[in-house]
């Protein structure tokens, strides 16, 4: 059967559809960013804490002086938020000093333009040292932007024979303090060991996630 206009009902149907799938993919389309506009990348993508990050990329107009703001979305939140801003170098290329504190996504912005995020993993500051009035006890430390009161921490001492640390004790941080930024989550531990043992702390991963990733604290000898 044909139309008044002499196409087949098959035409019409076939020319329909493709319409419908070029209108999904324009919907599907992501939109305010062009994958090569702005670009971001980040050395390392692993850091430990009070180390920063190196973020650089380039924009398309490859000219200097070109300003790029670079937008972060924490562990936890939902919405990325502006950040910095810094400006291109010669040929559009940019880099800029970034201390994350706390796992987080990152994106360049240029001209509404945005670039794909880059995922930045912390680990968190873990303090151990003895206590300065009774060098028997010892007080561990999380420092980070986010509490861990409750958690758990892994003292470990160093076996001298076999050449490797081996659990002692687990502490329960227990007390907390936030005077800023930074929240310090907190426990003490009583080892009456030989003189000269060491001892280390260690926030396992499966206390430290899902905002921080495992970490080790310098090791302590003790008196």
Known sequence: MRTRAGRSWSGVLVAALVAC??????????????????TI?????????????????????RRPGETVEIETRDCGQTFFRGFAATHTDAGGTWSSEFF???????RAVWK????RAVKVFQRAMLRFAPKASDRTRFVV???????????????????????????????????????GEFVWTSGELSARLPKGTLLRAVLPAS?????????????VRTD
Request: a positive charge.
């Open 112 to 115: 509404g333009r945005k670039s």
């Open 100 to 106: 994350p504190g706390i796992t987080t996504e990152v």
């Open 207 to 219: 206390q430290a996630g899902p905002c921080y990733l495992t970490s080790t604290s310098a090791s």
């Open 21 to 38: 799938v070029a209108l999904g993919s324009a919907l599907a389309a992501p939109t305010g960013r062009k994958a090569d506009d702005v």
């Open 141 to 179: 430390s999380v420092v980070a932007r986010a509490q861990f009161w409750r958690r758990h921490i892994v003292v470990e001492r160093f076996d001298a024979r076999r050449s490797q640390w081996r659990r002692y004790r687990r502490v329960v941080l227990t007390k907390q303090n936030a005077p």
């Open 41 to 61: 990348a980040a050395r390392p993508s692993v850091v430990g804490a009070d180390h920063p990050i190196t973020l650089y990329g380039s924009v398309r107009s």
